[in-house]
């Protein structure tokens, strides 16, 4: 079935380092890519997407490109805060009319940023 | 707009009760779904609702876990004889349907409702 796996923490940056979270993925055909994350007490909200191969999604600082050939979708920001510190979950899904069905998601990754 | 609301957000409950939890969407939008989180673990699928009907449901529900959407609203979720496995964090998420034309329909989370079977 489809799978994703990502890269496990927790990580820990001080401000302004650079950040890399690694997400590879496993399903038969071409699937969405989706970072979400999670902020302390707070639900799940997504951080950007990707839809088809060579896609960059970007938001907020952080980018992440989708890239066929190695199955991966790969999270990085150059500069992170201390406000950027939460849960981050890779996932993936197939679209039908636009709208996602089931996501599924990696194990997430705990980043803490030190000031 | 207030999000996506669950209740209760806290739930604690004896082996072998039954528990409900009620997940009210986003107003207009058509889908909805359910998701479980373990300690640790990222969300996994349970079930999704077009409007009111329920149009495909995971491996993980169980004979034990029952959801409805009657009015194509809010959404119950029913776990009926609890066990000690089925403690986690259920989420709601919510997305608007093909009418509103978005190039792709975001799903919504809402804060969920922890559960703690003893």
């Known amino acids: 079935g489809d799978s994703v796996t990502q890269m496990e923490g927790p990580v820990t940056l001080s401000e302004e380092a650079f950040l890399t979270i690694n997400c590879t993925y496993t399903a038969t055909g071409y699937p969405s890519l989706f970072w979400y994350v999670q902020y302390p007490g707070e639900g799940l909200q997504l951080l950007l997407k990707a839809t088809k191969a060579d896609d960059k999604g970007s938001n907020k600082g952080f980018e992440a490109t989708y890239r066929k050939e190695t199955t991966s979708f790969h999270l990085e920001k150059g500069s992170v805060q201390v406000s950027d510190s939460a849960v981050y979950f890779c996932?993936?899904?197939?679209?039908?009319?636009?709208?996602?069905?089931?996501?599924?998601f990696g194990s997430g990754t705990q980043l803490t940023v030190l000031p | 707009d207030t999000g996506v609301s669950q209740n209760p957000r806290h739930k604690i409950t004896k082996r072998g009760q039954n528990v409900t939890f009620r997940c009210d969407p986003i107003s207009e939008h058509n889908r909805l779904y359910w998701y479980r989180q373990t300690l640790g673990q990222g969300p996994e699928f349970l079930t999704y609702f077009q409007n009111e009907a329920q149009l495909e449901k995971s491996r993980l529900l169980s004979d034990r876990f029952s959801a409805e959407r009657p009015k194509g609203s809010f959404s119950t979720l029913e776990i009926q004889r609890t066990e000690q496995g089925d403690s986690a964090m259920y989420l709601c998420?919510?997305?608007?349907?093909?009418?509103?034309?978005?190039?792709?329909?975001?799903?919504?989370f809402g804060p969920g409702t922890r559960l703690t079977v003893l």
């Open positions: 998420a919510s997305s608007p349907g093909r009418e509103l034309r978005s190039s792709y329909n975001e799903q919504f």
């Open positions: 996932a993936l899904s197939f679209l039908s009319s636009g709208s996602a069905r089931q996501l599924t």
